[in-house]
């Protein structure tokens, strides 16, 4: 079972970035679909981005599309994501997810995660 574990979270002004990382530790990540969700208080996790094994083919809810970028460097065995344009709605802890389906359902693996804050 792949374990993973984000970093890179912290508190930014609305309009700033963060880049989110998440270090796995299987050997063979290559051969996952891996995916970036979040939870804001008193919310329901929800799908952010999803990214293949090769790292060709990426997806995003509609409500980051255009801001936020997955990527992934499998020598590395690390998941990226690069927010730019942070909203307040933004808001929540960010998890890594291995396995995440294309449609955006969630895989069984999952970071700890890290918080992400917004500040209008």
């Known amino acids: 079972q792949v374990q993973l574990v984000e970093s890179g979270g912290g508190l930014v002004q609305a309009g700033g970035s963060l880049r989110l990382s998440c270090a796995a530790s299987?050997?063979?990540?290559?051969?996952?679909?891996m995916g970036w969700f979040r939870q804001a208080p008193g919310k329901e996790r929800e799908f952010v981005a999803r990214i293949n094994w090769s790292g060709g083919s990426t997806s995003y809810a509609d409500s980051v599309k255009g801001r936020f970028t997955i990527s992934r460097d499998n020598a590395k065995k690390t998941v990226y994501l690069q927010m730019n344009s942070l909203k307040p709605e933004d808001t929540g802890v960010y998890y890594c997810?291995?396995?995440?389906?294309?449609?955006?359902?969630?895989?069984?693996?999952w970071g700890q995660g890290t918080q992400v804050t917004v500040s209008s």
């Open positions: 997810n291995a396995g995440t389906s294309s449609t955006g359902q969630p895989g069984d693996g």
């Open positions: 299987a050997t063979f990540l290559s051969i996952y679909t």
